[in-house]
């Protein structure tokens, strides 16, 4: 969540879109790290972003992940057999009317440190 604050402002008084994508990308690893917590020894690095900013947005902003095209099982079997593997973060980022304002797909490269 990003709180309703004047230093996230633009120009236009909505929040900055570099504001809204510090959200989505702190979101993506967030969710990265808890979704595979049990595997404390991985290395994840942001490997391509796409974004589509789809409304401005004013005030409290908030954010919701999950992992697309795949799943969490998936993953740890890839790691498990190469000790790397490719995944997408999904992020969405609402409104406080829970108008979807921006989406971003995070794609992470993530490997095995061990």
């Known amino acids: 969540m990003l709180n309703a604050g004047e230093k996230y402002l633009n120009h236009l008084n909505t929040v ?3 504001a809204q994508f ?3 990308e ?3 690893g967030f969710f ?3 979704e595979f917590q049990q595997l404390p020894d991985i290395i994840p690095v942001v490997r391509k972003v ?3 900013y ?3 947005v004013e005030g409290t902003v908030y954010s919701k992940a999950g992992l697309l095209d795949t799943d969490r099982m998936k993953v740890i079997d890839e790691l498990d057999k190469r000790k790397r593997a490719l995944l997408t ?3 969405s980022l609402f409104d406080s009317g829970q108008v979807n304002v921006m989406q971003s797909d995070f794609e992470w490269f993530i490997a095995k440190n061990s």
């Open 16 to 18: 900055h879109a570099s």
């Open 22 to 24: 510090a959200l989505a």
């Open 26 to 28: 702190a979101t993506s």
């Open 32 to 34: 990265l790290l808890n």
């Open 50 to 52: 796409e974004t589509k």
């Open 54 to 56: 789809k409304k401005p």
């Open 89 to 91: 973060v999904r992020v």
